[in-house]
């Protein structure tokens, strides 16, 4: 995580598609090795979209403008 230099890490079940959570990098500063939290914890469910791949794009833009997502390219 401290070498990509990411600050926000998809976390999903055994599959992919199925993302559970986003976790923040920040979250994890001053967290300690003994920390007994499980990553889930940390992880933030909020705007969280699933899209079908049938989605249309004009739909899904429409649905995160109303929900108030932020987005990043």
Do not use: A
């Not at 998809?10 to 990098?25: A, E, F, H, M």
């Amino acid at each position: 995580i401290k070498q990509k230099g990411f600050s926000r890490i998809p976390v999903y079940d055994r599959n992919q598609s199925r993302i559970k959570g986003i976790l923040y990098t920040k979250d994890l500063i001053g967290v300690i090795e003994s920390d007994e939290r499980t990553i889930e914890e940390f992880c933030s469910k909020e705007n969280l979209i699933e899209v079908k791949e049938s989605m249309k794009l004009d739909n899904l833009l429409n649905l995160m403008v109303y929900r108030k997502c932020t987005w990043h390219w």
